[in-house]
């Protein structure tokens, strides 16, 4: 059993193994020609491979190609398809790019893309060229692109190190992971140098220098072994990715965890490089490590940390910040928090009396720390940059170091001090004057900072003895207890003073961390009790535009689907470029806008609003600073747009649970509505089928009195069937709006008398009494909408009654108010269903199926329609009564009194 659990494929892997393949499936597949350097004959290679698939019949397009004046290279895009290029006026230069849109437009099956590390013009959507390889990857559309060694994020140090040459112009790592295949073009160091002299590489004048400089042969061979060397780890990773997908036992898992920490210095950035090789190597994951102490850093620092972080993220690292002034103990306590099982920090560049001075190497208190964790010291070399070692610490320091102004805060707070201790000592003595410069020691440690307060202690002990204790004006000290005294003083100025300004960096860090929390609760609260998508986004808005300071624009997809429109409660006003922006941030889910790769000339940064059905929206953010966020703040806004993007996942799911709901309830009424008319329908034309056979039977004698009958049965049946149809579509023009009232002047009692006329037939077993006062005044209605809703109402009665029941009918004024009664002695409606009687195709319970239940919501709505009201009540002494009241606002014109 422990045999075959050892060799069963881990689920983890094997899982994330098919994600990767789901996920290469779904987009185009990318080929890499790869070399050592230039001149390899990548571009070539890359040509005649896209001409044999051309001839396949495979639909091939040239995006951007550079012969670079090779007579060869240029031979064979003869018979390929050239896209046109993009022209980017810049300084009084026209510069020609790559049309990604006009790719995306024509959508070949693959597309070539050369120089996939270039730097794209400025006024481009993408800053770089591989930026635009992963929007036509991400569109489906295969990519041959082509790429050398030194550009590759991770060998950038090394390639540094090894030609003295430093490589701006390079692409992640993590295109090594997006590439499907990776043919590496090689050639010795004495070919390629061969075919540089031949003028195959650069012009005559470029080559000789070349040839002395990046193209020399050690350079070319390490080049080469490196090229061959990624090579080989890309074939051993797919190697491992098949056995993987084909459940293939083997001992390729690793447990292994590696962190680096990130400082503001420049030596980060090789620290990060080296974690990535480390990490890819040992197919392991990594994080950047970053932490934030009391003391926060200037703007140039901060954006330095941002780089490196952005280096991070491309490098496929997962960014982390913490908080702590005790930097080794901050990134070990998170080392153990994590499974962290390799640190990766940089080799201390000061002096030890440097490092001494300040408390001790950082790099030597992380390692006596570590405990079961390995620590790996990696040095940098004077080619980092211009900085002295002193500006590239190893780890991030503790704290920033005051400026020389609180320095000379604190000589001015120590010398005010001392004058009020010459008041003071006439008073009490100089022993006094000791416990007034220990509390101004306390003050500045709380106020202004650690340093000067370590310097306030020196000053306040060496004025103390010089200026009060005896003999004065001198150093010495005679009585024993004077010498213990200063010493305890300054022993505990220093305690003190580092105490309390470590208590209040703890406070300040406590509440950033409280504000921050409390920002996130109250967009979370806020969002969560909002009851509409106009309540969410407004709240919305309010907080991410406090607390980064920011105008906000939140933009919803059209109810059309044509594009993005801002919504009503967007602080922040969008013209015709900012909307493209926003709209291929929507289209392709990614961060794009101010202080990106992606679009940088917009003026505000967009990020989609992604959830896991997809992108619902995007948020925009134009800050009123033009710097770019702390790292801490972009985690914290990050977070914020997630929350937002569930809020309105959660608003559209319960629009999309509303209309659910109706769908349902549309298809119950549906199934109700066949099922009562298919009901009617059928009684009345099965009567009339009979009626009608019985009359046309051949040689039957019927009687005068049954023919009758059997006529006066089919007009019975006829007008039940009309009466269907007339409610059909009664409801159809209410529930549709196009209900067009025709208002006249009418006389109630010959509305009723119309009504009881239509339903003769049916009243006959029912004795009918109508009360309307002579003196009743005319109304202005629809006479036929009106007689449709009294005929109604005594169908219900006939229907609902038995025979021999007493309906009665009665008008007269009320107020402002012609009010009309239909009443009637039969049975009661229970008090609970009074109201819900007057719901479509609502029936009495304990009633036999009759009707289509319509009858009555059709006459409340034509009540309604009119201005009035249609009401249900149980009478006192038995029986239900219908109250229809109808407003009589207006007073008819004399003829029509006249008439009357």
Not at 505 to 519: D, F, I, S
């Amino acid at each position: 059993m422990d045999i075959m659990e050892h060799e069963r494929p881990d689920p983890d892997a094997l899982l994330a193994s098919i994600q990767k393949e789901d996920e290469r499936r779904r987009r185009g597949k990318l080929k890499i020609f790869f070399g050592m350097a230039a001149g390899v004959g990548k571009t070539y290679a890359m040509l005649e491979d896209a001409r044999r698939v051309a001839a396949d019949g495979v639909d091939v397009v040239v995006g951007i190609v550079e012969t670079h004046g090779r007579a060869e290279t240029g031979a064979l895009l003869d018979g390929l398809e050239l896209m046109p290029r993009l022209r980017i006026d810049y300084r009084g230069a026209t510069l020609q790019e790559m049309d990604v849109d006009a790719i995306l437009t024509r959508r070949p099956a693959l597309v070539l893309v050369d120089e996939l590390a270039h730097s794209n013009a400025p006024g481009v959507r993408h800053l770089k060229r591989y930026q635009d390889v992963e929007e036509v990857l991400e569109a489906g559309i295969d990519v041959y692109t082509t790429v050398n060694v030194q550009h590759f994020e991770s060998r950038a140090d090394a390639v540094r190190q090894i030609t003295g040459i430093t490589v701006h112009e390079t692409v992640p790592d993590t295109l090594l992971e997006l590439a499907d295949e990776i043919e590496l073009i090689d050639l010795t160091p004495e070919e390629l140098r061969r075919r540089l002299a031949e003028g195959k590489v650069y012009t005559p004048e470029r080559s000789d220098m070349a040839a002395r400089n990046f193209f020399r042969p050690g350079n070319l061979t390490a080049l080469r072994e490196m090229a061959l060397r990624l090579t080989a780890e890309r074939v051993d990773h797919q190697l491992q990715d098949y056995m993987d997908v084909k459940r293939i036992a083997g001992p390729w898992k690793s447990a292994e965890r590696l962190m680096v920490a990130v400082g503001p210095a420049p030596f980060s950035e090789r620290l990060i490089r080296w974690t990535r090789r480390m990490a890819y190597n040992l197919e392991a994951p990594w994080l950047a490590v970053h932490v934030t102490t009391s003391r926060p850093l200037d703007d140039a620092a901060q954006q330095r940390v941002n780089r490196h972080f952005d280096l991070a993220r491309s490098l496929g690292g997962e960014l982390i910040t913490i908080a702590g002034d005790d930097v080794p103990a901050a990134l070990v306590h998170l080392a153990h928090q994590r499974n962290v099982t390799q640190i990766v920090i940089g080799k201390p560049l000061r002096t030890r009396w440097q490092e001494l001075w300040r408390g001790g190497s950082n790099v030597d208190r992380l390692i006596r720390s570590s405990g079961a964790i390995d620590v790996y010291v990696v040095t940098g070399d004077e080619a980092d940059g211009s900085h002295s070692p002193s500006a590239r610490p190893a780890l991030p320091a503790s704290e920033r170091r005051s400026g020389w102004h609180s320095y000379l805060l604190a000589v001015g707070v120590i010398g005010l001090m001392t004058l009020i201790d010459f008041l003071i000592v006439p008073i009490a003595g100089y022993q006094l004057v000791g416990l007034t410069d220990l509390l101004a020691v306390l003050l500045i440690a709380v106020y202004i900072g650690r340093g000067p307060a370590l310097l306030a202690a020196a000053l306040s002990a060496l004025s103390w003895n010089y200026l009060f204790i005896e003999p004065r004006f001198t150093f010495d000290i005679f009585l024993p207890q004077d010498i213990a005294l200063l010493l305890l003083y300054f022993a505990i100025a220093l305690f003190a003073g580092n105490l309390t300004a470590r208590l209040r960096a703890r406070e300040q860090q406590a509440r950033a961390n409280a504000e921050r929390n409390l920002a996130l609760f109250t967009l979370t609260h806020e969002t969560s009790v909002a009851v509409d998508m106009d309540a969410v986004l407004k709240t919305a808005v309010e907080q991410v535009g406090r607390v980064f300071d920011a105008e906000v624009a939140v933009l919803l997809p059209r109810p059309d689907g044509a594009g993005l429109e801002s919504h009503p409660r967007s602080s922040l006003a969008l013209d015709e470029k900012e909307m493209g922006v926003a709209g291929w941030v929507h289209e392709h889910g990614r961060v794009a806008g101010r202080n990106t790769d992606t679009l940088p000339t917009a003026t505000a940064r967009y990020y989609p609003l992604r959830v896991p059905s997809g992108t619902v929206g995007v948020l925009g953010i134009r800050r009123r600073a033009r710097e770019r966020l702390p790292f801490d703040q972009e985690s914290l806004l990050a977070t914020f747009v997630g929350q937002i993007a569930l809020a309105l996942e959660r608003e559209i799911l319960d629009d999309a649970a509303k209309q659910a709901d109706l769908l349902r309830e549309s298809e119950r009424l549906s199934a109700a509505l066949l099922n009562s008319i298919s009901h009617e329908l059928r009684t009345p034309l099965a009567t009339v089928s009979g009626a009608a056979d019985s009359l046309l039977r051949p040689g039957a004698a019927i009687p005068e009195e049954n023919r009758r009958q059997l006529i006066r049965d089919i007009r019975d049946a006829s007008g039940r069937l009309d009466r269907l149809v007339e409610n059909l579509l009664d409801m159809s023009r209410l529930e549709s709006g196009r209900l067009q009232i025709k208002q006249e002047w009418c006389d109630v009692r010959e509305i009723i008398g119309v009504a009881a006329q239509r339903l003769e037939n049916c009243l006959v077993a029912r004795p009918l009494s109508i009360d309307v006062p002579a003196d009743l005044p005319l109304v202005k209605v629809d006479f036929v909408l009106i007689e449709q809703v009294l005929v109604n109402l005594l169908d219900n009665a006939c229907a609902h009654t038995p025979a021999g029941t007493t309906i009665r009918i009665s008008a007269g004024r009320s107020d402002a108010m012609c009010a009309i009664a239909v009443a009637n002695d039969g049975p009661p409606i229970p008090a609970a269903e009074l109201e819900r009687i007057f719901d479509k195709f609502y029936r009495l319970s304990g009633t036999r199926a009759n009707g289509t239940g319509l009858g009555l919501s059709i006459a409340r709505g034509l009540v309604e329609a009119h201005g009035g009201t249609l009401t249900a009540e149980n009478c006192p002494g038995g029986g239900v009564r219908f109250a229809i009241r109808l407003p009589m606002v207006d007073k008819p014109p004399p003829v029509m009194e006249a008439i009357t």
